[in-house]
T-cell receptor, first 117, second 111 residues
Framework: KAGVTQTPRYLIKTRGQQVTLSCSPI?????VSWYQQTPGQGLQFLFE???????NKGNFPGRFSGRQFSNSRSEMNVSTLELGDSALYLC????????????????FGEGSRLTVL | QQPVQSPQAVILREGEDAVINCSSS?????VHWYRQKHGEAPVFLMI?????EQKGHEKISASFNEKKQQSSLYLTASQLSYSGTYFC????????????FGTGTRLKVLA
């Protein structure tokens, strides 16, 4: 069974640019969540999608956005990049359903490491 | 609000035991534990559900005190492969689909 796939793995951007990151969940997983990981802040929740709907959002500015497609693949976009956006962006998929019952673990991808110069 | 983990870091010799604690200021409905090795993705270890059900790793155990809003991860007879950063994750909270992760505990096992 293929795991969670994130692309690209590494990227370098300059301040003011925008970036789009992609995540393909495990087949059958309809919940996809995104996290920002930095040494100082740890793993911070960005947003979660289920059936193309964003169900919750973390405390990040509006420059951070995402979407989910009908095949459960998800993308996140960061516009007007700032130096502080440099981080590892992790995507995770799970069997978390409509009823909020925690049906199991999060399966993480290896992440996209973004460096903003 | 992020759950607070303690200790922040710990160094062990192979065969020693360790306990990692996770404390939340909000009511817990479930607690996940993950281990992340350097340069790798976090990997699931254990989930503890309200009511006492546990699912997870054979050689690692955990407890969940709902009243105290705390969870502890017990690593017995540590192996070199246990090295990494351990995160507790709480959620999803009632009414949300958020997972909130703890501050992390760096564990290093020495030969």
């Amino acid at each position: 069974k293929a795991g969670v796939t994130q692309t690209p793995r590494y990227l370098i951007k300059t301040r003011g640019q925008q970036v789009t990151l992609s995540c393909s969940p495990i087949s059958g997983h309809r919940s996809v969540s995104w996290y920002q990981q930095t040494p100082g802040q740890g793993l911070q929740f960005l947003f979660e999608y289920f059936s193309e709907t964003q169900r919750n959002k973390g405390n990040f500015p509006g420059r951070f956005s995402g979407r989910q497609f009908s095949n459960s693949r998800s993308e996140m976009n960061v516009s007007t990049l700032e130096l502080g956006d440099s981080a590892l962006y992790l995507c995770a998929s799970s069997l978390l359903g409509r009823d909020r019952v925690n049906t199991g673990e999060l399966f993480f991808g290896e992440g996209s490491r973004l460096t903003v110069l | 609000q992020q759950p607070v983990q303690s200790p922040q870091a710990v160094i062990l010799r192979e065969g020693e035991d360790a306990v990692i604690n996770c404390s939340s200021s909000k009511a817990l409905y479930s607690v996940h534990w993950y281990r992340q090795k350097h340069g790798e993705a976090p990997v699931f270890l254990m989930i503890l559900l309200k009511g006492g059900e546990q699912k997870g790793h054979e050689k690692i155990s955990a407890s969940f005190n709902e009243k105290k809003q705390q969870s502890s991860l017990y690593l017995t007879a540590s192996q070199l492969s246990y090295s990494g950063t351990y995160f507790c994750g709480t959620g999803p909270y009632s009414g949300t689909y958020k997972y909130i992760f703890g501050t992390g505990t760096r564990l290093k096992v020495l030969a």
